[in-house]
């Protein structure tokens, strides 16, 4: 696995510090009497993958909708691909607050946003910065991974099991075509059969909403552009991954990926996906702690602790009734559930002597 490698591809330091400076964080005055903490970064992982043999450049978003979860569970296992043709550059989880929170947009939704997005706005950092490596990058294709609800072949109101396209066509792009192929090819392999939505996106109103999302800014900017969509209501988390794989093997085909391991990842799902309860470190007063189960700690007046997770996994430590969007702040008595992405393992107990 190759993880934010600099020989073939990196967002120029420069550009990636460029927004960070709008990652969420509180201004901390010192408050006499309470306790400190600070929670790891949220900052945007990618992973950038390539074969021996040179192919096209696909660029794989997910989680943009935090209650998406086979989508970004999908995403984050790719990063285990053994891949001998072609690139992935592969974001597993656009927009982390919304996964831990397991809300389609913890700030609103995400996915309106690529037209405009204020700076005062939690998500700006991850807008602007998923824009950029888009740009950097130069993807041969985005593909944006989401659950839909339902099933649009039963309902034509759900988006659930389905491809979207903006337009049939879009400058050069034959969007229609490449969905077809993709849909039916697939559909041999899935119970739930897909369907092709395309919200004319450009050339009506009918979707109006959809000229604020990902994709069309990527057709804007000439970069080919789908969604794929399992459905939320699939049984399980490892049908809806499923899904996906299905869906993405035949965009693999079109855009010259080749993955040693995909079928295994779809026969042995089990073998990539992590069940074990997450640990974490807390360091309270320079002291260093690793917990790996519930745990109650009664601290003194002005203690300052810091929260080490593994945040590229999706572990973090979640404080309960605090604006999720919050790094640093002070408190007397709080509850903290250690989760990784929407599961909760356990919880911590904090409070003052
Ligand atoms: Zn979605």
Known sequence: MIYNNEKRFFLKRRDFLKFSAFLASTPVFARKGKINIKLPSKKLTYYHLYGKKKGKKVLIIGGIHGNEVGAYKCASMLKESEIEKGELLIIPRSNFTSILANLRGYNGDMNRKFEYVSKKDPDFYYVETLKELILCYKPDVVISMHDGFGFNIENAKAWGQSIVIDELNYKSFNLYQKALFVKNNANKFLQKKLSIINTKTFSSDIHKEQKKALTAWCLRHNIESYCIEASKQLPTLESKIYTHLVMLREFFKLF???????????????????????????????????????????????SFIEVFSDVENGEYLLPLGVNLNWRSFYFSNLTFEVKRDFERFYLINIKRA
Not at 260 to 286: A, C, Q, V
């Open 256 to 302: 010259e990926i080749e993955i040693k391991n995909i079928e295994d990842m779809m026969k042995n799902m089990k073998k990539y996906l992590n069940f074990t309860p997450p640990s974490l470190i807390l360091k309270i007063n320079g002291v260093k702690y690793k917990i790996s189960d519930s745990k109650n700690f009664v601290l003194n007046d002005g």
